[in-house]
Each structure stands twice: as C-alpha cells, then as structure tokens.
C-alpha cells in the first residue's frame, strides 16, 4: 500500500501525471528484478512435462502478488499495477497449466485486499491470463507471435482489453479511473509487456541451444563410447584430455592414468631412431607401437585431425587402431598365398561381382595368363564356345544362392589352345551370411578324359573280341563239317554231273566263310605279330589250291612267283590271312568270272617283297 489515504469517491490526481507513472514504473522495475532473478534461476529447474508447468506457474503467481503488494491507487479500492503483464506473458511462454495456477494466488491475494475495483482485478487476472493462453496456442502455428512486431501488438491487445475490463468499476469511479489510468496503460504497459517477453524470449532460445548443446554432447559421448577404434581428444599441446573405452581397453589404462598425459609418450616410433614430430605433424595412418603396463605391445595406426574448438583453443582428435590382429592376419595370409601357389590346381578369388582379385601361379601355367594381367578382369576372358551358355548360367545360379557349383568347361589358354577343365566354384561369405567373395579351382582333364576314352573303347572292343572268337569258333566247328560233308559229296558226283557244280559252289561259299572265321579269330586274338624268316613265293604257292576253291572255277588264277626269293621277315599266319582277304574281294568282284593275277616279287628298291593281288572285277562302285 502506498500509505496515502484518498476520499471515498474521489480519484487521485497529481500534478502533471508523473507521480502515477512514477510509481507503476517503479512497479515495472520490481516485475524486471524479479524476471530477470527467473531467467537465471530457470535453467536449474529440472522439471519436465506438468512438474515444469507446475513450477513455472507458482514461480509466476508468486510474481504477481509481488507487484501487487505495490501498487499505484488511483480511488479508495481501486489499485493498479503489472501483474496483467505477469499473467499474461506466464500465459504466452508457459501455457495453460502455468497460467491457470498462476492466475489462482494472484486473484486470491486481490481478493484479500478487497475494495471497489476487487471484481474488475480478479477479470483483468482472468482476460490477461486467457489472452496469453490464447496466444500460445497461436505461436504453435504461426511463431511470429513472439516477433517484436508480435510482442507489441500482443502487449496492446492485453491491455486493451485491461480498460474494457474497467467497465466493471462502480459508476462513481469509473470514468476518473479510465481518465487517469489510459495513457499510461496503452504506452508504459505494452512497452513492458514487450522487454520482459523479449527477457523469457532470449531464456528459451538460450534453453533451447543449451538442450541442442546437450544432446549433441550426449550423442557425441555415445558415439565415443560405442566406437570399436580407440578415439582420443588432446588439447593444443597433445596432452589426453578425454579418451573412449576403446582406446582404454587397447592401451590397458583408465583415465586416471591417461588424463592430462601427452599422448605420443604412449604412442611410440617402431623405429627408435626416427625423430620425434609434434601430433599436429603426425602423418595419416601412422604406425606406431603402444606398451602396455602388463608388458604386452600393440602395433597401432593413428591418425589425428586439428580442429577448431573456438576462443584461440586447439584440439586433436586422434583415432588409434589395432594393427595387431591386421599383421597376424596378413602373415596368415601370406602363409596361405605362399601355399596356394604351390598347389597344382589353377585358384582364382573374384569379387561378389566376378572381378578377379587373385590367382595363383597354377593359374598361369594352366592358362597363358600371368597373374598380374588378369587382375581387375573377368574369368569370361577363358570362355569357349565348346561350353553351352546354360552351364554358365546354372553355374551363377547355384553359386548365387550360396551352394559350390561342380563340372566341367571347356576354357581357352591364352595362346588360343583350348582344354577341359574341371571346374569348382564355392562362395565365401562374411559374418552375416552375405555372399563376399567366389573361390574357382579348376584343373586340365583334357588328358585323363582322353585316357580314359581309349580305356573304355579298349575295353569295349576286348568285349567285342571276345563275343567274336566264341562265334567264330562255334561256326568253324560247323564250317569243318560242311566242307568235309562237301568234299566227299565233290568225290562222289561224275565230271558235267548238274549238281557237281552246285557242290563246288557250297565249298566256295564254305571256304569265304572258313577266311571269314579266321579273321574273326585273329580279331578275338589281338595278338602280337610274330615276326620270322617267310618263304612267302612257296607260302603263295601253298594257297593256289585252297584260293582257287574260294574264288570258283569261273576265274581263271594266273600266278607269277619271282625266283630266288629271300625269306621275308613276316608272320605268317597274318599274311596268309591278308592274301586270303584279297583273293575273297576279288572273287566277289567277279560274279560272272575273269581273271585273278597274282604276283610275287622283290620290291624295285630291296626294301623286301611285294605281293600283287590284281583282277578284272567291277571294283568299287
């Protein structure tokens, strides 16, 4: 209260107005040291969701009937001062739940102080209040509402409605009231309304950065904290200011060992000769050796980048790796290279895409292709158009769905030669399953598959010798009775007797199918040939007999035998079969008779004997 007592009925009036303005910004002064005390003390509330609005409501209605305990009266009961700005702005920035328990104290306290203007104090608590609320809910759609233009407008619309709500003053002062009361309401009041807005407008952004500050923070420790690389921050002179569990885990410390440290004490050359360089020097990926305190080394690769951390200050993020398992890995590798490439079987590793990545020095000695040249290339640079397209894509298919594909493909060397290969394609994939990788083996069969072809023909035509001996043998038998039944019935029968010739034809067609038989006999055989001293003009003469019965009497045999022959080396056997053959052909060639020249002589050069089996037959159509 101020203290000064006015007449019942009478409004205050001093002199020029300035003691009202005077006093409500006196009011105004109190409201700011009050916000000004809220914007500091607000970011260390921890309240969420209705705990906030609870808080920030009571902290606002605490504010109101602060400045409501120092008003400026204007008639006995009838008092004003900021706390339509309170509400209001609570109302604006804190919403409904804030506004409504704030508006309650404030119009409890008005009630208390009771007067003529009590009922038109509790309706600018309310209108204030219901306008701010009215304004947040516009801010969610058009955010504007908070722009200075906004705020302005948002104070006159409070206030205005603060003197509409004057009409609810008792008649006697009302009108000295409003006289006394509207100008400094519609200027000092809407230019209050828009410096405390802009206060708790500038808090929120500053909130708003903070909570982004926060979570950036927190998504960045998260981030440190899941990486598998060691990650470690130094400040500008390379001491440990903040390392990831990775980075502990792989040096064997905690931070209490490794907090303000310089990193490179840690971080050594491999080669202790090399000169020391500061961490802003260090090259990218570079390796160095990490002891441990239990006496284990680690072979590490860092790379460290400089950024800006504002204000002057530098820092270096440094990612540290394990080398360790990358170099047993790569001399287990090795190990394995040097193996495969002493392995007889050409080997090949393409990409998931069919890119060779590798081949070994079988590859080469199978193919024409040195290893070097392949690289980057598709295995499609062996292909032979001897291998149909629908083995390649059964090939594809089957690898694809992660089974190893098996067969054979006929493939080209690089000289142009082609070979057989037996080919098998495997896939190798990764942890999760996924197809990486197709390992090709493959080896030249053309050979074997040729052996083995000669093996099968072999034993097919054994099996074919063997049927024919034991026909041969069992036809013979009958052969040896028909001919003998013959030469009896031939003794038997008269010279010009009709069926004489008839017999002579049975033996001839006995005698082509006794050579015949012998033929099939020597095939049964397989024999060697055996090879000795051969009077081969007196093995012909031999013959003549047994040849003229083969041929008929129709064909005339003319023989010539050089004399003084030398003994020939020969078989036999074999040339007696040979000479039988021709003179059979010959006979058949002469149905209706002629002449059969056979002639016996050295060869023109003294190489050996040449035997000539010459007739007048139809030959060879």
Not at 39 to 55: I, N
Request: charged fraction near 25%; aromatic fraction near 4%; hydrophobic fraction near 45%.
């Amino acid at each position: 209260r101020s203290g000064r007592s006015v007449a019942p009925g009478a409004v205050s009036r001093r002199e020029g107005g300035r003691p009202v303005f005077s006093e409500l910004v006196a009011n105004f002064a109190l409201l700011f040291a009050l916000a000004v005390a809220y914007r500091l003390a607000r970011p260390r509330w921890s309240g969420t969701g209705w705990s906030r609005s609870l808080g920030d409501g009571v902290l606002f209605g605490a504010f109101a009937v602060a400045v409501m305990s120092m008003p400026h009266t204007v008639a006995e009961g009838v008092v004003f001062d900021s706390r339509s700005i309170v509400l209001s702005i609570c109302g604006l920035f804190c919403g409904p739940a804030a506004a409504l328990v704030a508006a309650l104290p404030a119009m409890a306290f008005r009630i208390w102080t009771g007067g003529a203007g009590a009922l038109t104090g509790c309706v600018v608590i309310g209108v204030s209040a219901a306008i701010g609320v009215c304004a947040h809910y516009a801010r969610r759609r058009k955010p504007e509402v908070t722009s200075s233009l906004g705020l302005l407008l948002f104070g006159f619309v409070v206030h205005a409605a603060l003197l509409l709500a004057m009409q609810t003053l008792p008649a006697s002062v009302r009108s000295g009231t409003l006289t006394a009361i509207a100008l400094p309401v519609m200027t000092l009041y809407p230019a209050a309304t828009f410096l405390l807005g802009r206060l708790l407008l500038s808090e929120e952004e500053e909130r708003a950065v903070r909570e982004r500050l926060a979570a950036s923070e927190s998504l960045l420790r998260e981030a440190l904290d899941a990486a598998s690389a060691g990650i470690v921050i130094c400040d500008g002179e390379g001491r440990i200011v903040r390392t990831n569990p990775s980075f502990r885990a792989l040096t064997g410390r905690e931070d209490a060992d490794l907090l303000g440290r310089p990193l490179l004490t840690l971080l050594r050359p491999e080669d202790p000769g090399d000169a020391p360089v500061a961490l802003a020097d260090l090259p990218p990926q570079a390796s160095r050796l990490c002891d441990r305190p239990d006496g284990a080394r680690a072979w590490v690769s860092a790379t460290a980048t400089t950024v800006d951390a504002g204000g002057g200050r530098l820092r270096h993020v440094v990612v540290v790796e394990d080398l360790s398992r990358v170099r047993r890995d790569r001399r287990e590798i090795a190990r394995l290279g040097a193996a495969v490439d002493q392995v007889g079987e050409g080997v090949i590793i393409t990409s998931s895409d069919g890119t060779i990545e590798y081949a070994n020095a079988a590859f080469e000695r199978l193919t024409g292709w040195p290893p070097a040249e392949v690289l980057g290339k598709n295995p499609r640079l062996l292909r032979n158009e001897r291998t149909p397209p629908r083995v390649f894509e059964h090939l594809w298919s089957t690898v694809t769905q992660g089974r190893s594909w098996r067969g054979r493909i006929w493939n080209t060397r690089r000289d142009g030669s082609e070979f057989l290969a037996e080919l098998t394609v495997s896939p190798a994939t990764d942890e999760s399953g996924e197809v990486v990788r197709y390992v090709g083996v493959q080896r030249d069969i053309t050979e074997e598959v040729r052996a083995e072809r000669l093996r099968r023909q072999r034993h097919k035509m054994d099996a074919m010798a063997r049927l024919a001996g034991d026909v041969a043998h069992d036809l013979n038998n009958l052969l040896t009775v028909i001919g003998g039944a013959g030469e009896l019935a031939l003794r038997a029968a008269e010279e010009g007797a009709p069926r004489r010739s008839q017999i002579e034809e049975i033996l001839r067609a006995t005698g082509r199918a006794s050579a015949m038989t012998r033929q099939l006999l020597a095939f049964s055989r397989r024999r060697k040939p055996k090879l000795r001293p051969v009077d081969v003009g007196g093995l012909v003469s031999g013959l003549l007999g047994r040849l003229g019965r083969l041929v008929g009497g129709d064909v005339e045999i003319d023989v010539f035998i050089e004399p003084d022959l030398a003994p020939a080396a020969a078989d036999a056997e074999q040339l007696e079969q040979a000479l039988t053959n021709l003179v059979v052909n010959a006979g058949e060639a002469m149905p209706e008779g002629g002449d059969l020249h056979i002639a016996v002589a050295a060869a023109p050069e003294g190489g050996g004997i040449v035997i000539e089996v010459r007739d007048t037959g139809v030959g060879i159509a």
